[in-house]
């Protein structure tokens, strides 16, 4: 049983967003593109060993997706059984996986035969459990805690697997669940539970990024007006709530509020009167001022500058 289901990454979607509203020119978007193949990726290995859990025949319950507060630390699953607690770490990787253990450094060779170098999960998994040991002491509970690191797909070949944490594929988790040791006071299923409340309290909310800073752009590099959520063309208004992509012909609802969701999250927290209209091609500053009453736009105290209330 999942007490805290797997939500899909914000990135998953507003990366897309991103790399529509910049040109395909500019140097920074195959770094977005690629970031978001990664996040894909990522997502969809985590999502196929959660429903691998879910056929666990042994009692358990499970949290997905934790950041604990304390030492920003992230961990992928957490599965509680009676006898013990399990950390996984799911990489979704293709191409063959090389660990190494003096320098704590992981390689992937692609199938291209292009090498890139990662942190290797051994050590995130390792801080996982430091930081899980110190949370299950609070409640005085003895529980001993095993670690793996999944890789979901048989597909993912290692020719240098680390040695201290065991490596399992996806096909064989349950498997590998099943033969680990079951030792001393096994926890009754009320307990279980209330050790995964008590990390879903110490989970704190992901950051948001600052994707100008990560990808190194300039507002003056974003597209402006209303874009099409399909194919990124812009888009021409044809009533007061829709437009049609100039391109695909998709309709977009909400284009105007589509955009400034965009502005918002991809330029600056706030927004001027003339910046508005020059970011929506407005054609004058009653058109301007209409749809900031309309959205609940507010002045932030002592300045030109607007902000939509949530």
Known sequence: MFMKERTAPHLLAALPRLMHRLPKSHECWEDIAQDHYKVRAGFGGEQYVDAILKRLRIPHVAVADLQLAERFCQIDTVVLTPAFALILEVKNFSGTLLF????????????DGTRLGFNSPATQVWNAKEELALIVD?????LPIHTAIVLPYSSTLVERAPKDIPLVYGNALN?????????????????????????INHHSPFLKTDYSKTYFYETKDLKKGVL????GSPCRRMSQ??????????KVVDGYERALDDWFEFATPGISGEQLQAYLGLKDKHAVGYLMRKMGFVRIEGSRVYQRVE
């Open 100 to 111: 190494n253990e003096t320098s704590f450094h992981m390689e992937q060779e692609t199938r």
């Open 138 to 142: 609070r409640l005085g509970v003895k």
């Open 175 to 199: 498997h590998f669940i099943s033969r680990l040791p079951q030792t001393g006071r096994l926890m009754p299923f009320s307990e279980m539970e209330a050790i995964g409340q008590l990390l």
């Open 228 to 231: 099409c959520g399909s194919c």
């Open 241 to 250: 709530r829709t437009f049609i992509c100039n391109s695909c012909q998709a």
